[in-house]
């Protein structure tokens, strides 16, 4: 099993609409959790941090379920700005006080009019 | 606020030729990290460093070299360019922290034939 998997998608959806995308990770010591955004041909961008009670940033919803080890992230009322692949982080803090970062291949999300 | 910035943006190079990428960063970050990113493949480390003087290796280091003189630059050097280097590369920072987000910057795309 792959320690960090996302659905490739593209994901198609209309303008208004709600999507969610789920992410796995394989290490149950997975500390920290992060959703990024890639516009094509651009760099990575923070998108939010994903903390253990959930959090929402505007139409963005970000939730933790360690139990079953995937985290989520829910858009509301989906804009054509919103079109970009979603990236998912993992951090596993190490023994030796260095952080381990893994990152998911991304989901493609297409918003059309 | 530069945040990390990357030097050049694009490079050509061809097969047996060196370079070196530069990446700078101005928010006293103690992380720094040298990623590849190809289709298909993802985000995958190349080198990193967590302090002045520090480099470890990351996934796929063959054929890069990197060096962390001073805190906030880090280089990545290719020694003898190789078509497989093609790609494009992201350097990214950090806090020491363990909920501390990667930053980015903005790519270098590098092709070599």
């Known amino acids: 099993r792959k320690e960090v998997e996302q659905d490739p998608g593209p994901f198609n959806v209309p303008e208004g609409a709600t999507v969610a995308f789920n992410c796995t990770y394989s290490n149950s010591a997975s500390q920290s959790f992060f959703w990024y955004r890639q516009d094509c041909r651009k760099e990575p961008k923070l998108l939010m941090s994903v903390y253990s009670s959930g959090n929402e940033d505007g139409r963005f919803t970000a939730q933790l379920n360690r139990a079953s080890q995937y985290i989520s992230l829910l858009i509301r009322d989906s804009k054509l700005s919103d079109s970009a692949t979603y990236l998912c982080?993992?951090?596993?803090?190490?023994?030796?006080?260095?952080?381990?970062?893994?990152f998911g291949k991304g989901t493609m999300l297409l918003v059309s009019p | 606020n530069a945040g990390v910035t990357q030097t050049p943006k694009f490079r050509v190079l061809k097969t047996g030729q060196s370079m070196t990428l530069l990446c700078a960063q101005d928010m006293n970050h103690e992380y720094m990290y040298w990623y590849r990113q190809d289709p298909g493949m993802g985000l995958r480390l190349i080198h990193y460093s967590v302090g002045e003087g520090t480099t470890a290796k990351g996934e796929v280091p063959d054929g890069y070299n990197v060096s962390r003189l001073k805190k906030q630059n880090f280089l990545l050097g290719l020694e003898s360019a190789a078509p497989s280097q093609t790609s494009v590369y992201f350097c990214?920072?950090?806090?020491?922290?363990?909920?501390?987000?990667?930053?980015f910057g903005n790519g270098t795309r590098l092709t070599v034939t």
């Open positions: 990214a920072s950090r806090r020491q922290d363990y909920n501390s987000p990667l930053h």
């Open positions: 982080v993992v951090l596993q803090h190490g023994n030796s006080g260095y952080s381990t970062l893994t």
